[in-house]
């Protein structure tokens, strides 16, 4: 274990290492932003959707119970963008984006591509590594407010039925309640959860062995691992959250 922890630290520490000097890929990583939104988007607004109606038609009993249901929009809107948006976009990333980065790499591991890449001149780490932990970083925080937007209208079109509250009226409600900390908390919380995503599925797969056994074991454990630390990550990111708050 504390072999791997330190195969780890060396990995990420030449991640900064090789970030911080030029030359950069920049048309590696815009292909590689495209890639990490474009697999992921059809999911993210299906699920984003479908959660704003769920949690809004879940919480209403409980507050019409003290006949405030004028609430909702406040609560969908604070649930969202606090805590169901940046983890529900961190999730299906993992799922998507991290096994994909995984399986990749470590099929080109296998075929001996990323060797061929140092022969040829090319710093496969830079190319490989680089491009895709910076477009997951990037990527998932804009993801994760469109997936709080998609929650919001599937939030609105419950409310809408139920209590015939305008639009407008909605968005007012929900901006009221926000404050600059949950904007703030959430785009931090996306940027470490996207930097760990693409960390864990780079070092998967760059890392891969074993023939095309070592593959799914990559593409495995870019899952397993992505989501375990994001769990973990979001309970450290909220205990700092309400300690600012308090």
Same mark, same amino acid.
């Given at each position: 274990?504390?072999?791997?922890?330190?195969?780890?630290?060396?990995?990420?520490?030449?991640?900064?290492?090789?970030?911080?000097?030029?030359?950069?890929?920049?048309?590696?990583?815009?292909?590689?932003?495209? #890639?990490?939104?474009?697999?992921?988007?059809?999911?993210?607004?299906?699920?984003?959707?479908?959660?704003?109606?769920?949690?809004?038609?879940?919480?209403?009993?409980?507050?019409?119970?003290?006949?405030?249901?004028?609430?909702?929009?406040?609560?969908?809107?604070?649930?969202?963008?606090?805590?169901?948006?940046?983890?529900?976009?961190?999730?299906?990333?993992?799922? !998507?984006?991290?096994?994909?980065?995984?399986?990749?790499?470590?099929?080109?591991?296998?075929?001996?591509?990323?060797?061929?890449?140092?022969?040829?001149?090319?710093?496969?780490?830079?190319?490989?590594?680089?491009?895709?932990?910076?477009?997951?970083?990037?990527?998932?925080?804009?993801?994760?407010?469109?997936?709080?937007?998609?929650?919001?209208?599937?939030?609105?079109?419950?409310?809408?039925?139920?209590?015939?509250?305008?639009?407008?009226?909605?968005?007012?409600?929900?901006?009221?309640?926000?404050?600059?900390?949950?904007?703030?908390?959430?785009?931090?919380?996306?940027?470490?959860?996207?930097?760990?995503?693409?960390?864990?599925?780079?070092?998967?797969?760059?890392?891969?062995?074993?023939?095309?056994?070592?593959?799914? !074991?990559?593409?495995?454990?870019?899952?397993?691992?992505?989501?375990?630390?994001?769990?973990?990550?979001?309970?450290?990111?909220? #205990?700092?959250?309400?300690?600012?708050?308090?």
């Amino acid at each position: 274990m504390l072999l791997e922890l330190y195969r780890v630290h060396q990995f990420v520490m030449k991640f900064f290492k090789e970030f911080l000097f030029p030359p950069y890929e920049g048309k590696e990583i815009i292909r590689q932003c495209y #890639q990490v939104g474009y697999r992921s988007l059809l999911l993210i607004s299906l699920t984003g959707f479908i959660t704003g109606i769920v949690f809004t038609k879940q919480s209403r009993p409980s507050l019409a119970e003290f006949g405030a249901t004028s609430w909702l929009p406040s609560l969908v809107g604070i649930a969202l963008l606090r805590t169901l948006a940046p983890l529900l976009t961190a999730l299906i990333s993992a799922g !998507k984006v991290g096994s994909s980065i995984g399986a990749e790499l470590g099929s080109m591991k296998v075929t001996e591509q990323i060797d061929a890449m140092e022969v040829s001149a090319t710093n496969p780490f830079k190319f490989l590594v680089i491009s895709r932990v910076i477009a997951t970083t990037v990527t998932i925080p804009i993801l994760t407010f469109y997936t709080a937007l998609v929650g919001l209208i599937g939030g609105f079109v419950n409310v809408m039925f139920n209590e015939n509250t305008s639009f407008i009226a909605y968005i007012q409600s929900f901006l009221d309640s926000i404050t600059f900390l949950d904007i703030t908390a959430s785009t931090i919380k996306s940027i470490v959860f996207g930097f760990t995503i693409g960390m864990v599925g780079c070092y998967q797969g760059y890392n891969s062995s074993r023939g095309t056994e070592g593959v799914g !074991k990559a593409a495995n454990s870019a899952v397993v691992i992505g989501m375990f630390l994001v769990f973990v990550e979001e309970i450290v990111a909220t #205990q700092i959250t309400f300690f600012f708050k308090t």
